[in-house]
């Protein structure tokens, strides 16, 4: 039983900036990858940002610059650090980890409920 419970967002003008955070709990052995995707209503789900399990971090285009991913591994924790946001951030942010949930090394990834984030201009 694993569970990824975020929380953070809220609404922001156009400029601020939100710290969301992503907990992992229940029968955790490890976490590999984490990361947070994003979807606005009418459009497709996109990643926002990843990092690997060593602290290797990549983003997506319209992110870069502007936000910061990063992570707590005795927390189980990932976090995103938005800052400069802008209206088109606008969505609903999910997080997502790999997760082995056995002993035996049996891994699959979670994802959140999701969090809103509005930007208003």
């Known amino acids: 039983q694993v569970q990824l419970v975020e929380s953070g967002g809220g609404v922001v003008q156009a400029g601020g900036s939100l710290r969301l955070s992503c907990a992992a709990s229940?029968?955790?052995?490890?976490?590999?990858?984490m990361g947070w995707y994003r979807q606005a209503p009418g459009k497709q789900r996109e990643l926002v940002a990843g990092i690997t399990s060593g602290g290797g971090t990549n983003y997506g285009d319209s992110v870069k610059g502007r936000f910061t991913i990063s992570r707590d591994n005795a927390k189980n924790t990932v976090y995103l650090q938005m800052n400069s946001l802008k209206p088109e951030d606008t969505a609903v942010y999910y997080c997502?980890?790999?997760?082995?949930?056995?002993?035996?090394?049996?891994?699959?990834?979670?994802w959140g409920q999701g969090t809103q984030v509005t930007v208003s201009s």
């Open positions: 997502n980890a790999d997760i082995q949930y056995s002993r035996y090394p049996l891994t699959r990834e979670y």
């Open positions: 229940g029968n955790i052995f490890n976490i590999n990858g």
